[in-house]
């Protein structure tokens, strides 16, 4: 079946660090991968997308780039901020006729510090 | 205006009873879903809905009982809640296959 695995968390980093989260997946069909955010108390927001391999997503500074020779789509960011301090999930989505699932990650927690 | 609106925010019950949390979407999107978060963020689908047709039913106990009366709302009725139900529960849109979910804020459930 379809799978979605995250780097273990969670993750601390001081404020103006760079930032990587691994993600890596499997599918049965051709995905479109995700990555979606959820700050403290709130619902998901999608943070960003791609549809098809080399499509590079970009989103507030984050950016994460389909790789399909290595199942991955790892999010990046030069500078993190306090303000991006949330839970970060990694997603897949599969088409099957007419409609498709979402299906997460285990999710990593951000904490960024001043 | 809110994309996805569930209702209630927090419901705190009693084992054994029935509750039931409700969920719009004034998008126009024609897939509705219900997934679960479990204590450690782990994330679940319940259900998926298509124009008021359920499409996904995940290995959820018979208590659990989505309900789609037109393709901008579906609600969720739980019977004989149990402790292990206590979560927190999302309701999202989206327009069809591979496109973005929208997620509603979540219902904590706490079952006591």
Known sequence: GDSVT??????????????TINCTYTATGY???????QY???????????TKADDKGSNKGFEATYRKETTSFHLEKGSVQVS?????????????????KLTFGKGITLSVRP | DTAVSQTPKYLVTQMGNDKSIKCEQNLGHDTMYWYKQDSKKFLKI????????????????NRFSPKSPDK???????????????A?????????????????????????
């Open chain 1, 84 to 100: 991006d301090s949330a839970v970060y999930f990694c997603a897949l989505s599969v088409r099957t006729g007419a409609n498709s």
């Open chain 1, 40 to 50: 403290p108390g709130e619902g998901l927001q999608l943070l960003l997308k791609a």
């Open chain 2, 72 to 86: 901008a709302h579906l609600n969720l009725h739980i019977n004989s809640l149990e402790l292990g139900d206590s």
């Open chain 1, 6 to 19: 995250q780097m273990e968390g969670p993750v601390t980093l001081s404020e103006e660090a760079f930032l």
């Open chain 2, 88 to 112: 927190v529960y999302f309701c999202a849109s989206n327009t069809g296959a591979n496109t973005e979910a929208f997620f509603g804020q979540g219902t904590r459930l706490t079952v006591v």
């Open chain 2, 46 to 61: 319940m259900f998926s809905y298509n124009n008021k047709e359920l499409i996904i039913n995940e290995t959820v106990p």
């Open chain 1, 31 to 37: 995905p479109s991968l995700f990555w979606y955010v």
